[in-house]
């Protein structure tokens, strides 16, 4: 089986996840018993590092990467607050509405989704249907290893033309050690 880019464990993953943490930490997000979804799991690392902290995750991916990620959640023994459920971004309203089938999502997450003009295309229009069906509107935590400042331009060009709201964090609340990674971090939320 070949998972691509799915099947590595990409530095911004460990970014975001230590971001998460050091935000609980000092109070500015809460972390425990909140239910997360991520988008473009790939490994689960992500997932799994938030299933550790307390939350009910929701990892989604594409086909091929169920066995891999199930896999990760079970050797990790994490299976009851991790669950991997296929999204694809291309799927209709309905398959997502489906999905989600009324959870209450408190937070979404997503490490390094965007690579190429098709994922910007096919993340972007999920993330709508997912505004539209998740009734509470939670924010999402984007991060993305910096490529080059037209790629953030393009980036964040897509967020306002979805209609949403971001921030790009600053780099000093990242965990020192990967600061050197140049991991971007952005929180996006609906208006």
């Avoid at 000092?26 to 550790?52: D, H, Q, W, Y």
């Avoid at 994922?119 to 935590?141: C, G, M, R």
Wanted: aromatic letters at 10%.
């Amino acid at each position: 089986m070949n998972l691509e880019t799915a099947g590595k464990i990409w530095e911004c993953s460990l970014i975001l996840g230590r971001y998460l943490i050091k935000q609980s930490y000092f109070n500015k997000i809460e972390l425990a018993n909140k239910n997360v979804l991520e988008l473009g799991c790939g490994t689960g690392i992500l997932s799994i590092i938030l299933g550790k902290q307390g939350c009910n995750v929701l990892a989604t991916d594409l086909p091929q990467v169920e066995a891999l990620c199930e896999q990760n959640i079970s050797k990790n023994n994490i299976a009851s607050q991790v669950k991997f459920k296929i999204l694809d971004w291309n799927q209709s309203k309905h398959k997502t509405d489906c999905l989600i089938d009324k959870k209450q999502i408190d937070i979404l997450v997503a490490s390094d989704p965007i690579y190429n003009q098709k994922t910007f295309d096919s993340f972007f229009a999920q993330l709508k249907i997912l505004y539209e069906v998740i009734p509470n509107k939670p924010i999402l935590y984007l991060a993305h290893k910096y490529r080059h400042d037209e790629f953030d331009k393009i980036l964040e060009d897509k967020i306002e033309e979805t209609e949403l709201w971001f921030k790009k964090v600053d780099s000093e609340h990242l965990d020192d050690l990967w600061k050197s990674q140049q991991c971007v971090v952005y929180k996006i939320g609906k208006f």
